[in-house]
Nanobody, 125 residues
Framework: QVQLVESGGGSVQAGESRRLSCAVS????????MGWFRQAPGKEREGVAS???????IYADSVKGRFTISKDGAKNTLFLHMNSLKPEDTAMYYC???????????????????WGQGTQVTVSS
């Protein structure tokens, strides 16, 4: 069974940076599409970023130029590098994956098969 475990969340000040990690176990993930979603209190969950098997990336407009998604195949780990954080970035962040995926078309239509338990990021002004 695939397991995704996020880490790296916490409380930061606006303008600061944070790196989230997602450790993948139970399957070698090189053939996955992977990504990050987030959900703020009272709001629907939204896609933040995705990375395909060939390394193609998609970002939500709200994080373009500030967030970077990457993966370390040797360590089976997915990352989300978050720079210039804003209070509106405050949310629970979830790692997600779809095995056998070739390409994520849009973050809005992607329905991942596996999810992590989430890690909280709180940005104060």
């Amino acid at each position: 069974q695939v397991q995704l475990v996020e880490s790296g969340g916490g409380s930061v000040q606006a303008g600061e940076s944070r790196r989230l990690s997602c450790a993948v176990s139970g399957y070698k993930y090189n053939s996955y599409c992977m990504g990050w979603f987030r959900q703020a209190p009272g709001k629907e969950r939204e896609g933040v970023a995705s990375i395909d098997n060939d390394g193609s990336r998609i970002y939500a407009d709200s994080v373009k130029g500030r967030f970077t998604i990457s993966k370390d195949g040797a360590k089976n780990t997915l990352f989300l590098h978050m720079n210039s954080l804003k209070p509106e970035d405050t949310a629970m962040y979830y790692c997600a994956a779809t095995p056998g995926c070739i390409r994520v078309i849009t973050l809005d239509t992607w329905r991942p098969s596996f999810w992590g338990q989430g890690t909280q990021v709180t940005v104060s002004s």
